[in-house]
């Protein structure tokens, strides 16, 4: 099957900061989608993004599908992204799978 | 908010008990998704239903025993779990079962098998 990888698998930042996730597949993919995880367990979905760029206030996420990975960006870090950010991929007809995550702690 | 209702948020059971999992969406939907968490470990699809009929069933034991009644409801029925299927049990939906669902989920079931 499809191997997908997160890196990095945790990452701490001082609020206000920077950040660069990177997700990368082994396979051609038609859907990829980033969600983020808090603290309590809900799943929230970011982006649909299987190829291009895309913005939503602080984060924006691009995917290069001919290179197979996909990046999120998340500027002007604040307290409430810490969680868990995941990556899922479709190939084919196959269901969504997802990736192990990155663990974001942003610290104040 | 995402639309994506579950119940209950914690749930503590014993092998031999007889619980279910309840997940609502208010989204108008037509696929519904139960997903298990487990530490360290990537979610794993465990069933998919498309307009109220099952499509996916990912070898899951049968000690676990989903029904979706309609579109907009989904159950997970449990008994005679073991200690390992403790984990956070997430429903998710998507407007359709394709290449283009996107999927929204619920807060989680909490699961605790003693």
């Known amino acids: 099957g499809i191997q997908v990888e997160q890196s990095p698998p945790d990452l701490i930042l001082q609020e206000g900061a920077n950040s660069t996730l990177r997700c990368n597949f082994s396979d051609s993919v038609n859907n990829l989608q980033w969600f983020h995880q808090n603290p309590w367990g809900q799943l929230i979905n970011l982006f649909y993004?299987?190829?291009g760029t895309k913005q939503n206030g602080r984060l924006s996420a691009t995917t290069v599908a001919t290179e197979r990975y996909s990046l999120l960006y998340i500027s002007s870090s604040q307290t409430t992204d810490s969680g868990v950010y995941f990556c899922?991929?479709?190939?084919?007809?196959?269901?969504?799978?997802f990736g192990t995550g990155t663990r974001l702690t942003v610290i104040p | 908010e995402t639309g994506v209702t579950q119940t209950p948020r914690h749930l503590v059971m014993g092998m031999t008990n007889k619980k279910s999992l309840k997940c609502e969406q208010h989204l108008g939907h037509n696929a519904m998704y139960w997903y298990k968490q487990s530490a360290k470990k990537p979610l794993e699809l465990m069933f998919v239903y498309s307009l109220e009929e099952r499509v996916e069933n990912n070898s899951v034991p049968s000690r676990f025993s989903p029904e979706c009644p309609n579109s907009s409801h989904l159950f997970l029925h449990l008994h005679t779990l073991q200690p390992e299927d403790s984990a956070l049990y997430l429903c998710a939906s998507s407007q359709d079962k394709g290449i283009n669902e996107k999927l929204f989920f619920g807060s989680g079931t909490q699961l605790s098998v003693l």
């Open positions: 993004i299987p190829s």
């Open positions: 899922a991929v479709r190939t084919g007809a196959n269901n969504l799978f």
